[in-house]
């Protein structure tokens, strides 16, 4: 244990920095102490363990105090990993850098189930684009000292690709053996060259054309301070010179080996680029990878030397991935099983998003496009976002509430970090009836919000369309966000609205086409991401003219959600509905009938039913003519699907529309007496309810049992919405249908205790009535289903890479131990501040996803350094 150099307590402190959220940092990784730190914390607590690299048994051996070389007992190694194993329910790897090593965090012995983060999920990805079904023409460079080290390298990718650049130190080794070049005092490698001639013979064999270095830059020392000369192969180089960089004409070859390919992978410099005078093979082939990737090409960097590279020539962001592990990906090309990925849970079955199903009743597939399915890179990506925000009535520039401007950052966030050249935002705000109005409706202080809580410049243009908005949108700066003003400013945007005289306009057929082929020249691809305005068919939500339309976080977030609850769901399924009128709800409860099994029927339009049923005595209650005429209908279709009906038994009544009048109770036995209206459902009914929802494993909830907003009249709706969030605590499904009864959740700050809250009212009511919604059927279709590609990528090798994710799993509840890479650099001078917060920041989606998604507990484990043991 070596505190003093290599403690994760400043990675703590750093932590806390990044998630705005207090960090426990345990001095210890094992023991009991630990163990019951970890046994029952506080509801979203994020804890960091000790450097796990404190102990012999992680890593499995070590060195003891005198610097001798000392092994972990096999019952040392398994006490370890057992004391790891109580500190949480789910174990997640994201530290891909160390995925090749079986070190004990490594592997999550002990836990039932064993999912992979982000980052690993993005590394598997990322490399399984270029190992299976890649856009062909393949090309794979590869630069390294010795070619013994990487034979392994080379015959596995001799399988997959079409050309390959051989450079580096070991160019050498290949021209003296295939051509007698004089190599001079260059790399050669004695071992390696036996196996050239072998290397091509298969090369030959497959079609796989190799591309060798021609000329040279070459030193008398390996250094600058040396006589920097050139060479040819023909030439040779003369003794007392060696080469550390290939020359002009090479240069020329691998640029136009470059340019053909569709797909590319490199691994190894093609010489010593930390070196001025020996960097022009590796900086021309850099500036061409990324002139290719701009052009559409797939390149990935897979780590070590090459990730270098792209971080001192600044083309992290200018290539399609670079690999976070050096020696993790050479075994990954090299087709070999890592040992931390071996080891997740396999996934029993392709999870298939619930929301493709919900309407095979309909015709209408929801089986859309979402943003993940789209290449986002270099491309003009326009967003329909939700930013209809309050604000304060005394200080109208002042935004009360900005959840609906966080709830848009996941997508906004996505596209900037998967290299979108510009974000193009839209949305409207409040009701000018398509009348020009900033100073009460302009979304500028929005800008300003939005670009605190993104930390980067947010362009915010006075208008909407047109042709300064056009020429603004044309071609912006690369990462450009920018917010457009109020679309509904436009009477084109919900195709009506009022002149200045208050008159009722409709705007022509020929100004909304304008209107819409305007927006449409902002971008190339369209998102919606504004579920709550999904069942308008306006103009910024169908986007038409956007050859590619796709779903953001949110929309495919409640399609997903709404999707668990009507299609295959847990079952018993239970429907909770309220509401003033049945004649609104028929066909929400009609569609309901043939999905659920039991259905709560609360709210006003009980009345209606007990009514007509029971013949009751309803005072001044609410009651739907309309309605009573379809209820004889509800109950027999129920009768005939068999789905039980509960209503409501008793009442809490009141002589007015308030708690200023008397407040008294009835039974359905008695009525409810004129004078008096019904404004709660009674204890009766509370008891009714709670062992209906007690009962279910799925939940629907629209609309309240009460007037929940006065407190005499709140207990029916307070005390459901306290059994709902019980029953999800046990495991159940609960969705909450947004309107009334999201408020409610609000009020009772529930948000964040049940499955999922609907941030669409009337979107979400014509979901479950079984409409279809014009803002999620003018989405793109999927043409197939994406599979990952690193599902197959290991076909040759036996080993399934279809692994569990950490999206396959419900953390609700649940403690997660993240074994992450926080192996972060220090200052010299001052060891406790950390010059580079890369790792920690990597690790931060997971970190965050499991928190959004109600983890009780995010465990976090690494190593840091080499403390031996």
């Not at 640029?255 to 010593?272: D, E, R």
Request: a negative charge; charged letters at 25%.
């Amino acid at each position: 244990k070596m505190p003093e150099k290599f403690s994760l307590a400043p990675v703590a402190k750093a932590l806390e920095g990044l998630i705005n959220k207090p960090v426990t940092f345990l001095s210890d990784c094992v023991g009991p102490e630990v163990e019951a730190a970890t046994a029952d914390p506080e509801d979203g607590s994020v804890i960091l363990l000790e450097n796990v690299r404190f102990y012999a048994e992680e890593e499995g051996k070590g060195v003891d105090a005198e610097g001798n070389k000392v092994k972990a007992t096999p019952e040392a190694i398994a006490d370890f990993r057992a004391s790891l194993a109580k500190t949480a329910d789910i174990y997640v790897c994201d530290a891909f850098g160390t995925a090749h090593r079986g070190h004990s965090s490594m592997v999550g012995e002990g836990f039932p189930v064993r999912a992979s983060g982000f980052l690993v999920a993005k590394e598997l990805d990322a490399f399984g684009k270029v190992l299976n079904d890649p856009s062909r023409p393949v090309l794979a460079i590869l630069g390294g000292a010795k070619v013994s080290d990487k034979i392994l390298l080379i015959e596995n990718l001799l399988d997959k690709v079409d050309k390959m650049i051989i450079g580096g130190g070991m160019a050498f080794t290949f021209q003296k053996v295939l051509k007698d070049m004089a190599i001079g005092g260059s790399l050669y490698d004695e071992a390696g060259a036996k196996i050239v001639p072998e290397i091509m013979a298969k090369a030959e064999a497959k079609g796989v054309e190799i591309v060798l270095p021609v000329d040279f830059v070459t030193s008398s020392e390996f250094g600058e301070g040396g006589e920097i000369s050139t060479a040819t192969l023909e030439a040779g180089i003369p003794d007392g010179m060696m080469g550390l960089d290939c020359g002009p004409e090479t240069i020329k070859l691998n640029t136009a080996t470059i340019q053909s390919a569709k797909t590319i992978i490199w691994n190894g410099p093609m010489g010593v680029f930390e070196m001025e005078s020996f960097a022009a093979g590796t900086k021309t082939m850099m500036d061409e990878i990324v002139k290719v990737t701009e052009q559409g090409a797939t390149t990935v960097i897979g780590g070590g030397d090459t990730a270098t590279a792209c971080k001192v020539y600044n083309t992290e962001d200018k290539v399609s991935h670079v690999s976070t592990g050096g020696g993790a990906s050479l075994e990954l090309l090299e087709g070999k099983v890592l040992p931390g990925i071996a080891a997740l849970s396999e996934k029993t079955a392709e999870k298939v998003p619930a929301s493709v199903a919900m309407f095979a009743t309909t015709g209408e597939t929801l089986d859309k496009l979402q943003i993940t399915d789209v290449d986002v890179k270099g491309k003009r990506v326009f967003i329909r976002v939700d930013f209809n925000v309050p604000f304060d009535k005394q200080d109208p520039t002042k935004i009360t509430n900005l959840a609906r401007v966080e709830g848009a950052l996941p997508t906004i966030q996505y596209c900037l970090d998967n290299g979108a050249k510009s974000v193009v935002l839209a949305s409207h705000l409040g009701r000018p009836n398509g009348n020009k109005m900033p100073e009460k409706f302009s979304l500028a202080p929005v800008a300003k919000a939005l670009e605190g809580l993104i930390n980067k410049p947010v362009t915010f243009l006075s208008d909407c369309v047109g042709p300064e908005v056009e020429a603004a949108t044309a071609d912006p700066e690369d990462g450009s966000v920018i917010l457009l003003e109020n679309v509904r400013f436009y009477a084109e945007e919900e195709g009506k609205g009022v002149d200045a005289e208050g008159n009722k306009v409709k705007a022509t057929p020929e100004a909304i086409a304008d209107f819409r082929a305007s927006l449409a020249k902002t971008a190339d691809i369209y998102v919606c991401d504004a579920f709550g305005t999904a069942h308008r068919g306006h103009s910024s939500m169908v986007g038409e003219g956007f050859p590619v339309r796709a779903s953001g976080f949110l929309v495919a977030k409640e399609l997903d959600a709404f999707g668990k609850v009507l299609n295959d769901p847990s079952r018993p399924v239970l429907a909770i509905l309220g509401g003033a009128k049945v004649s609104d709800k028929i066909l929400l409860i009609e569609n309901l009938l043939d999905k659920v099994d039991k259905m709560i029927i609360g709210g006003g339009m009980a009345f209606t039913f007990q009514k007509v049923l029971k013949d009751m005595a309803i005072g001044g209650s609410l009651y739907d003519e309309a309605g009573a005429k379809i209820v004889p209908e509800i109950m027999a279709k129920a009768e005939a699907k068999g789905v039980e009906i509960v209503l409501p038994v008793d009442f809490v009544t009141s002589s007015e529309f308030g708690e200023g009048g008397e407040i008294s109770t009835a039974t359905l036995e008695a009525g409810i007496p004129d004078g008096m209206m019904g404004l709660d459902c009674g204890p009766e009914t509370i008891k009714l309810n709670t062992a209906t929802i007690q009962s279910a494993k799925t939940i629907i909830w629209n609309g309240p049992m009460g007037v929940f907003e006065m407190e005499s009249f709140a207990a029916g709706t307070k005390t459901m919405m306290d059994e709902i969030v019980k029953v999800t605590e046990q495991g159940a499904t609960t969705v909450i249908g947004g309107g009334d009864t999201a408020t409610a959740c609000k009020v009772y700050n529930t948000e964040d205790k049940v499955s999922h809250v609907s941030t669409g009212g009337g979107a979400s009511l014509e979901l479950l009535e079984g409409k279809v919604l014009p803002g999620i059927a003018a989405l793109s279709e999927k043409t197939a289903e994406k599979v990952p590609a690193s599902v197959a990528m290991f076909a040759t090798t036996g080993e399934t890479l279809d692994k569990l994710q950490i999206t396959d799993v419900d953390v609700k509840g649940k403690r997660v131990f993240i074994r992450v890479d926080f192996n972060v650099p220090f200052d010299k001078q001052d060891p406790t501040k950390i010059t580079n917060l890369a790792r920690v920041e990597g690790a931060l989606p997971t970190i965050q996803y499991c928190l959004d998604n109600g983890a009780k507990s995010v465990v976090l484990a690494s190593h840091l350094g080499r403390p031996n043991g």
